[in-house]
């Protein structure tokens, strides 16, 4: 039986059909919805032995609306893991009709991601950064652009970008190699050099993703001027257009060296990712020439030294993965972030990872990690997931 409710004396009248059916106290059929209550004595009756009432039809929605609440505060939260795959899946389905143009609401599918990123970045930055460390079961197509606009996501906060400005700058990093969709795939796998043709390809692909936009019906200004200058660089080496300095787009330099970043720690078939702590370098070494100064230190206290996700050595031997980036105080290492220990020194894998405090000096990070694991981890489960 549907939900009941007892029966107030004021929502019943002589004269008026039922909006409901009436129950007795033992919830069985009284009065069908529609019966017309006749008399004073067969309100009497009702209010007396007709306790309960079903439910209207507004009643009824609003009965499964609240049980829908209560049933998603139960509800395990989503991790990031979970969030990134539901964005990987979006953007391929959009980056495939959009590149053999069949009609499709790309702010309706660009605001999915987005908000999800957002949404995750803002309540575990840590688990967030770590699935981009982790969690590769999509294409570099797909996981690129992705990867790019959470590490945007993640270093507009540290910058007074409005929410619209950050929407307009991650929607720009998911789109931003339209122009080039297919080819990066080749790329990703190939050892030869590039050809002449992919050389060209690679150049205009700028280009191209902004005509694949505008004919989709896309006519945001500020997104279509990131995606064209992302490949720029603040010394004019850049393509397509060898702008230099302020004449950059704000939001392109964001692009540009969130891509960077992501590019460098995703492995190719030709190579190993390079590690995180060796990327930032890399980055910080080439701040003021290709990249912004002031957003490559921004960055890399966004990132960490050793990014969530990270697989690092401890001095007692196990090899440990970082869970949490080091809290930057008084007193306290800023290369010391919390790890938990999933592998002991003789290469067991502990059941329970530990976690640990990698400012003590017993659980101090000796180097980088590369482990590989016999069966998988569900990685998720270390951020409380």
């Not at 004595?41 to 007709?50: D, H, N, R, V, Y």
């Not at 009609?103 to 949404?119: G, L, P």
């Not at 990131?226 to 004449?247: M, S």
């Not at 720690?265 to 590690?275: A, D, G, L």
Request: glycine residues 6%.
């Amino acid at each position: 039986m549907s939900s009941i409710r007892k029966i107030n004396p004021g929502e019943v009248s002589v004269g008026e059909s039922l909006p409901w059916p009436v129950y007795d106290i033992e919830k069985a059929l009284l009065l069908k919805e529609g019966t017309v209550v006749r008399s004073e004595k067969q309100l009497q009756i009702i209010l007396e032995k007709g306790v309960y009432r079903g439910l209207s039809e507004e009643e009824v929605v609003e009965e499964k609306e609240q049980e829908e609440k209560e049933k998603s505060r139960h509800v395990k939260t989503a991790s990031p893991f979970h969030m990134k795959r539901l964005c990987a899946q979006e953007l391929q389905q959009l980056s495939q009709k959009l590149i053999t143009g069949k009609a499709v609401d790309v702010q309706e599918s660009v605001s999915f991601v987005t908000n999800r990123i957002k949404e995750d970045c803002y309540n575990n930055a840590n688990a967030t950064l770590a699935a981009i460390h982790l969690s590769g079961e999509f294409s570099y197509s797909v996981l690129h652009p992705l990867h790019t606009a959470i590490l945007c996501e993640l270093l507009m906060r540290r910058l007074s970008f409005s929410d619209e400005q950050q929407q307009t700058v991650m929607a720009a990093a998911l789109l931003m190699n339209l122009g080039m969709y297919e080819l990066q795939d080749e790329l990703f796998s190939q050892v030869e050099p590039l050809t002449e043709t992919q050389k060209l390809a690679v150049h205009e692909h700028p280009e191209r993703s902004v005509l694949l936009l505008k004919k989709a019906g896309v006519n945001d200004a500020n997104m279509l001027s990131i995606i064209l200058q992302h490949h720029e660089r603040i010394d004019g080496e850049g393509y397509p257009a060898k702008l230099t300095g302020d004449k950059i787009h704000q939001g392109a330099k964001v692009v540009a060296l969130a891509d960077m970043y992501a590019a460098m720690i995703t492995p190719r078939s030709y190579r190993e990712p390079i590690m995180a702590q060796t990327a930032l370098k890399q980055i910080f070494t080439d701040r003021g020439k290709s990249v912004d100064d002031h957003l490559t230190q921004l960055l890399i206290r966004e990132v960490g030294v050793y990014p969530p996700g990270s697989f690092v050595k401890l001095a007692n031997g196990d090899t440990a993965i970082v869970i949490k980036r080091a809290i930057v105080k008084k007193g306290r290492n800023a290369t010391a972030p919390v790890v938990a220990c999933i592998i002991s020194p003789r290469g067991g894998v502990y059941e329970k990872p530990s976690l640990r405090d990698s400012n003590l000096d017993m659980y101090k990070i000796t180097s980088m990690a590369t482990p590989e694991f016999e069966k998988p981890i569900d990685f998720s489960t270390l951020w409380g997931y």
